[in-house]
């Protein structure tokens, strides 16, 4: 940036589209996926931006998951920043190996569309997925499915008293954890109720 008496000059200004994949994706095959029977044997994806305690909250959520169903693998994404998709290199991982797949945690605007957007990748990719957004940035949610054509693609939302920040107490985490666990199931199993 350089900066003048008369006038503010941007040199280096990059603009970051939440619509942005990291690969191409055919609209032909642009929707759901088909929802899986069960978990046991699958492999999971979890693409996790690292929002506040969300590293917390991914380990916790995988150990109940993991107390009833016997996954065959969990990929574990932990993306460079907020906001961006992953890695090519991930990327490519989850679209080869994952079954299924959670994306998490939208606490922030930009984080919210992206982790909203990560799971419409995995589900434009065959994989089905949900998003865990906090509910006060559901509109960030709202307005990236309506960009990606996916309306009323579901989002599993955390709210108050848990902070968007998603710094949480152990405590409160509990209380996450027994709400959205059997949101996430019924996004990823067939048959499940919206």
Known sequence: ???T??????????????RSGVLPVEKSVRGEAPRVDTLDGKTLAIINNGMGSARILEAALLKRLRARYD????IHVQKPSVSVPPNPEDWQEVVSRADVGIALFGGC????SRTTRDA???EWAGIPAVPIVHAALY???EAIRKMSKMPDYPVV???FPAAPTAVWDDDLLEKVLDLIEPQVLARLLVGAAR
């Not at 008496?5 to 939440?18: G, H, K």
């Open 5 to 18: 008496s008369e006038r503010l000059i941007l040199t280096d200004l990059v603009v970051i589209d939440p």
């Open 1 to 3: 940036m350089t900066v």
């Open 71 to 74: 996954f065959k693998d969990v």
């Open 109 to 112: 605007g930009s984080c919210t």
């Open 157 to 159: 939302t955390v709210g």
């Open 120 to 122: 419409i990748e995995m």
């Open 139 to 141: 509109g960030s949610a």
